[in-house]
């Protein structure tokens, strides 16, 4: 007869976590807490079958910054409630910024020592309980939660009009912004279950905390004399303002949530959400709409089909210009209609057919005044929609193996900004084999190909390959071995204006553009007659990204500079000043070169009466051949023992 109560706690301590950086710590312990201290894992159960009530508790703690812990209690079907934490540290970068290469008009100042390694912790935490009314198929719930980040990070801006004559001196500045605010969330609902039909209804509330003013910046005057149509935006006097606004403080939603089983062949979910959004800085109101239907349709054994449609709706209350917060309010909406047909006992067809459309009730005031002549290329237009229809084929012969691939088209017709595709065409496929029980390999590629762009030069190629093999060889001994290709070939229209008064122009219609990134990456799981384990894992990845132009002095009659050289006032010397910030943008603002590679291994041995012991270690390496200073080399391990009860 098994023990009414039942109990077991399992405490497994790091007897010091000993770490080690070598360079700069930031990057390479980018979600590391950078600090040696005590740690280990924690488990706790209490189980009580005569009153039908459990309590468990899991948790992990690496440092007094980083942690995890969770915890549920259940009284039979009645009550449960859990809660959980999570706190972890992120290291921030500081970037160098290249003003004074790009134009010697800039003036910079940088406020933030070189090396400096600086982070911010963050903490999460979520509570919920959930009881059911006797007699009555109904549930009450209540939730709440809450988001802390407390730390600094690069703060960095430019004031096109410090000295109060933009184009001749601006100031870039970069300086520590600290942070410290919380946001809290509560929510409540009832949920009723019927036969065939769930309702569910939730009020959730939110607030935005921040102990800390928010940053500001001195600026000349901003006229707005270049702005077409009518005068939304008024002449900007000189003086300080508020920069890096914060989201909305402040929101509540009200959701309504559907789920009816009409039969075995035929189901819906539907959900409707209305949020009422109110800055506590500005004061402006925010709100949304958002609903989200899904219908699935079994007619027959060979037929299944699904149709769902999504919209949502931002409307706010304001113009958001220049200094305040604020979206533009949009109209959207997906509609989508998808079938699968079974061919044959072993082939089955999916085609699938999607329409989307915005709509953008104020899109004049994009761009605004942050471009000055109104050339920015990321013009909004008010309304778009686009077209996606795809098929594919799947072959299943056996268990052993199958196989997928198909095409897809996109159209965007009146593409909302004007570099995006008005076409997209993606091939894809993707494999399963198991052709022994102890191997198994899968493999997926995808392609795209985008051609038509309205207004600027552009063409753009995706490639994605994905494949990776599991052996288990031995008993009780698994292996992975991965791969991962990522390549993006762009060529696009750049163009660089050195002075508007004189009018150098750098202006190329297709500038290559190369992203590529490789990952490799194996793990291997052994464990020795019940007792003895080693766990091993070993990744290393590759980027590498560059934009090559036409830097060549000689091509100046190509690069749109026609004009001037047929008035004869064309200077080589200041087109060389152009070619020098192009080339700049080339180097440091495209080029990555960061390889990285992660190791980690943990070797147990489990003692007799509960008791086990083992050793833990992470190794860390990261290269930035761009900007050698943020090259860093982590290393931790510690050596744990526990019991269990």
């Not at 910079?108 to 059911?132: C, E, H, Q, W």
Request: charged share 20%.
């Amino acid at each position: 007869m098994a023990p009414d109560n039942d109990w077991g706690l399992y405490f497994a301590p790091g007897a010091y976590r000993f770490l080690h950086v070598t360079g700069y710590g930031g990057r390479v312990g980018e979600y590391d807490s950078l600090q040696e201290a005590e740690g280990g894992d924690l488990e706790a159960d209490y189980v009580s079958v005569a009153h039908h009530l459990s309590f468990l508790t899991r948790g992990t703690v690496l440092t007094g910054s980083d942690f995890d812990i969770k915890s549920r209690l259940t009284v039979g079907d009645r009550l449960e409630v859990g809660a959980d934490l999570r706190s972890f540290v992120e290291q921030q970068d500081n970037y160098p910024f290249y003003s004074a290469v790009i134009s010697p008009d800039i003036e910079t100042s940088d406020g933030i020592p070189a090396g400096s390694v600086f982070g911010v912790k963050r903490r999460l935490g979520n509570a919920y309980a959930r009881l059911k009314l006797p007699k009555v198929p109904v549930h009450l719930y209540v939730k709440g939660g809450w988001q802390a980040r407390v730390g600094q990070t690069q703060f960095q801006y430019l004031d096109e009009n410090i000295n109060n004559n933009c184009g001749q001196t601006c100031h870039y500045t970069s300086q520590f912004q600290q942070l410290n605010y919380t946001t809290r969330d509560l929510g409540g609902g009832m949920e009723v279950n019927l036969r065939g039909l769930d309702l569910d209804y939730e009020h959730d509330y939110s607030s935005f905390n921040d102990r800390l003013p928010f940053p500001s910046g001195t600026f000349g005057p901003m006229l707005n004399e270049h702005e077409p149509g009518p005068v939304f935006v008024p002449d900007t006097p000189a003086g300080t303002y508020y920069l890096d606004i914060p989201a909305p403080n402040r929101y509540s939603a009200d959701t309504l949530k559907l789920n009816w089983t009409a039969s075995p062949e035929l189901i819906f979910n539907g959900q409707v959400t209305y949020r009422r959004a109110r800055d506590v800085f500005t004061n402006n109101p925010q709100n949304a709409f958002d609903s989200f239907m899904t219908l699935s349709w079994h007619p027959g054994d060979r037929w299944h089909i699904s149709a769902d449609y999504r919209q949502q709706n931002l409307v706010n209350g304001f113009v958001p210009y220049f200094t305040l917060y604020g979206n533009m309010s949009y109209h959207q909406h997906w509609a989508r209609l998808k079938g699968d047909y079974d061919l044959t006992k072993h082939l089955d067809l999916e085609t699938y057919y999607q329409r989307a459309g915005i709509s953008r009730s104020n899109a004049f005031l994009w761009p605004q005044i942050y471009s000055f002549d109104n050339t920015d290329r990321q013009t909004v237009v008010p309304s778009s929609f686009g077209n996606t229809t795809g098929m594919a084929l799947r072959y299943h012969p056996s268990a052993r193996w199958n196989a997928r691939a198909g095409y897809e088209w996109t159209g965007t017709h009146d593409p909302g900004y004007l570099i995006d595709p008005q076409s997209n065409n993606r091939i894809f496929g993707d494999v399963t084999l198991i052709p022994r029980r102890w191997l198994t390999f899968t493999n997926d590629t995808s392609i795209i190909v985008q051609n038509a762009f309205p207004v600027i030069q552009r063409r753009n190629r995706f490639y994605v390959e994905t494949a990776d093999a599991t052996l288990a060889l031995v008993k009780n001994w698994d292996l992975d071995l991965g791969y991962s290709y990522q390549q993006n070939n762009l060529a696009t229209y750049m163009a660089f204006n050195n002075d508007a008064t004189a009018g150098y122009v750098v202006d190329e219609p297709f500038v290559p553009y190369r992203q590529l990134s490789q990952t490799y990456w194996i793990r291997s799981a052994y464990k020795f007659k019940q007792r003895l384990g080693l766990n091993l894992e070993l990744s290393h990845n590759s980027a590498h990204s560059g934009m090559r132009p036409d830097v060549n002095p000689d091509d100046s009659l190509l690069l749109g500079n026609a004009p001037l050289v047929e008035q004869g006032t064309f200077i080589p010397a200041m087109f060389q000043q152009a070619l020098g910030a192009l080339d700049l943008g080339a180097t440091q603002g495209s080029q990555v070169n960061v390889p990285q590679f992660l190791g980690q291994g943990k070797l147990f041995y489990l003692l007799p009466h509960g008791f086990d012991t083992g050793f833990l270690l992470y190794y860390g390496s990261y290269r930035d051949y761009t900007n050698p200073n943020l090259n860093g080399i982590l290393r931790s391990y510690s050596i744990y023992f526990g019991r269990s009860w």
